[in-house]
């Protein structure tokens, strides 16, 4: 089997040097999106140890619809505008959540630039369902 591979990989550097290129181009770019990724058991850790502050970004409607129990909502289009709500959380980490893990990166970023120590939770809201951890509303 390693013998093959080695023969494919000699025979066809060319589209293994480009697998390579683009695999490193897209741990460049998970790097870039800011931030920590913490799994639902490391959220939930920081939380009662009392070390985090857990920020939905989502829209008021799906936050409404559930929410992590002690969960913050500040929509991703309102946080500039809302940051100095932040300052009293200063010295704990703010976890970011979003519906699936796609928009937090980013805005951990701005937050990171603010002085923030900030991380997303890996997933976000869909794999907070997944493990059937609880939900308020």
């Known amino acids: 089997m390693v013998a093959h591979l080695i023969q ?68 991703q289009d309102k946080l500039v505008s809302r940051m100095t709500e932040l300052e009293k959380h200063k010295e704990k980490t703010l976890i970011v959540v979003d519906a699936m893990g796609q928009q937090s990166g980013t805005i951990c970023r701005e937050l990171l630039k603010a002085g923030y120590t900030a991380a997303k939770l890996s997933g976000g809201v869909s794999s907070w369902k997944a493990d059937n951890l609880p939900l308020v509303k």
């Not at 550097?13 to 290129?21: R, W, Y």
């Not at 009392?50 to 909502?73: C, M, Q, T, W």
């Open 8 to 75: 494919f990989a000699t025979d066809h550097f060319i589209l293994v040097a480009i697998f390579v290129v683009l695999l490193v181009l897209l741990l460049i770019n998970e790097v870039r999106r800011g931030g920590q990724s913490l799994s639902n058991g490391q959220l939930t850790a920081l939380v009662n140890a009392d070390k985090a502050l857990v920020i939905d970004i989502r829209p008021a409607k799906e936050y409404s619809a559930g929410h992590i129990v002690g969960a913050v909502s500040i929509p």
